[in-house]
């Protein structure tokens, strides 16, 4: 082949990539306009006022939790054309400091894959997201899961990667694989995937690479024995406080007494792992993360020595009523996470103090007095766990409520949507006797203690919240008013 010859097909090939990157610049300039054109209409009765959420249309996992340039970037599984799940896109929100957020437009939208799950990393001055590509196809299990990378130089505009897949599949074959969560160690990125052994046993599977792009399979991290579920969803693997964690989410889970009761589950095995042989030991069991009714498919990221948390603030198969409002799921606040005990124990980020209206409402409250609060409101609780706590928020104009309650006696905290909808775990009030709780127009996160049982649970009050007191004791109220830390 002549050079001229060459240099033209240089060119052609050079104005299709053109041609298709004008294409995909077009279908997302007409994304971002629905969306501007759909955010009116939405009924702002349950839009959280400092929760991420989509700006129209359905949310489930979050993904790409990470730190690029100086700031906090969070993606999310995004279908933003009804308040139902359907095919995936990434959304995007950034925030420098975990509390204010900023919506960015739409980072991935689905071409022949769907955008799955996945993470992010900073690699020199380029952000690089991991994420499931799942494909379907005509032939059983009539889907397919490979790896797709997709980079972004300014962390707002994102390009695919040419080379996709760069880990086209599992060592068995299984055509569940998926959620990669990439990190840093040393000279190597690690990523660890959920799958699925031949008999259809959850497993997590460890690989690492120099570049992101070619990935040697190292070892199955995890395997699943007995009855802990058929698959794990969204697994992350980091150092906390000396230990491993092996965050999950697992599926089919059957309910044991007061456990396992929401569709799905998520929660944590603690082991020692050794870079040199790979082997994850484990030595405490899994246990639960959170014991509310909505939480799933948490992420973690690492930030100046400090690890945070943000779930999925919704579970899959239950009602979402925000659903006819033109959306649907939000994510938790972010949370700091800490070993103590064999525990996780989850505190809400300090800059959640940022939020508070200057002046605190400070209260107390006779028995059965009720004290009105507004939509978005952080409640610090003083009491005597040596005997009974009990408070209801529900709705100034109705709509759902919740009752939080300790019974010494019982030895548990439980929170009630009704008596068919109770969540409840043991806890020990050793250390610090107090709660904290925050509210926003549809959800309630309950931090008891020093964090070690935390409760996330979606509540739809109409009107802002109505706190009343149903405890026998002296209790001391602190509540604050929050801003707005989330737009639209
Ligand atoms: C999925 O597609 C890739 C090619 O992209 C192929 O290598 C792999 O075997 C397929 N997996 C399954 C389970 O069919
Ligand atoms: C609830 O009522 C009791 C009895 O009147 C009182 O001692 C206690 O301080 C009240 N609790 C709150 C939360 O104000
Ligand atoms: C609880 O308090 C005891 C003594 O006051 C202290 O030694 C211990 O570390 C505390 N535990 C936690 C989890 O903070």
């Known amino acids: 082949m002549t050079l001229a010859r060459n240099l033209i097909l240089i060119c052609l090939a050079a104005s299709a990539v053109a041609k298709s990157l004008r294409q995909d610049d077009e279908a997302k300039a007409e994304l971002e306009r629905y969306i501007e054109n759909k955010v009116p209409e939405i009924n702002q009765r349950w839009r959280p006022h400092y929760h991420v959420a989509p700006p129209v249309g359905w949310m489930n996992d979050p993904n790409g939790f990470s730190y690029y340039n100086g700031e906090y970037h969070l993606f999310y599984q995004f279908y933003p054309y009804d308040s139902v799940w359907g095919p995936m896109h990434w959304g995007h929100v950034s925030s420098p400091d975990l509390v204010h957020w900023q919506q960015l437009p739409t980072a991935l939208l689905p071409d022949e894959e769907q955008c799955f799950s996945g993470s992010a990393v900073q690699d020199g001055d380029t952000m690089v997201l991991m994420y499931t590509a799942h494909i379907l196809s005509d032939r059983e299990p009539f889907y397919n899961e490979t790896q797709y990378l997709a980079y972004s130089d300014d962390g707002v505009d994102f390009y695919k990667y040419s080379g996709n897949p760069v880990l086209p599949s599992a060592p068995n074959g299984s055509p569940d694989f ?15 995937l959920g799958s699925k052994t031949t008999d259809l046993r959850g497993r997590v599977l460890l690989y690492r690479s120099t570049d992101l792009k070619d990935w ?3 070892t199955v991290l995890a395997e699943l024995q007995g009855d802990m579920g058929y698959m794990w969803e969204c697994p992350d693997f980091f150092e906390l406080d000396g230990k491993f964690i092996l965050l999950m989410s697992p599926q089919g889970l059957a309910p044991q007494g007061d456990r396992y009761k929401n569709t799905y589950q ?9 870079y040199e ?6 030595e405490v069991p899994f246990q639960e993360i959170d014991f509310g009714h909505d939480f799933y498919a948490a992420q973690t990221t690492e930030v100046n020595g400090k690890r945070y948390l943000i779930s999925w603030f919704s579970m899959w198969e239950v009602p979402h009523p925000e659903d006819v409002d033109g959306w649907a799921g939000m994510m938790t606040i972010a949370r700091e996470l800490k070993l103590v005990n064999n525990k996780i124990i989850m505190k809400p980020v ?14 107390v409250l006779e028995y059965n007095e009720e004290l009105d609060l507004e939509q978005a409101v952080e409640i610090n609780i003083e009491a005597n766990f040596d005997e009974i706590l009990e408070i209801k928020l529900e709705g100034k104009n109705g709509g759902g409520h919740v009752v939080l309650s300790w019974d010494p006696l019982v030895g548990k905290v439980a929170v009630s949507r009704g008596t068919e909808d109770v969540r409840q775990v043991e806890w020990n009030p050793s250390n610090e006797t107090s709660w904290k709780i925050f509210l926003d127009s549809s959800s309630i996160e309950l931090f008891c203690g020093i964090g070690d049982v935390v409760f996330s649970s979606r509540v739809y009050p109409l009107g802002g919240w109505r706190l009343t007191n149903l405890s026998s004791q002296d209790i001391e109220i602190e509540a604050y008013n929050l801003k707005k830390s989330f737009p639209v």
């Open 178 to 192: 998926r959620d990669p969560k990439v990190w840093r160690h040393g000279d190597h990125w690690y990523v660890i």
């Open 216 to 218: 040697e399979f190292l």
């Open 266 to 274: 998520n929660g944590y095995i603690i082991g020692s792992f050794n």
């Open 277 to 282: 042989t790979f082997e994850f030991v484990q």
């Open 350 to 363: 300090e800059e959640m103090t940022n939020i508070r209206q200057d002046v605190p409402i400070l209260n």
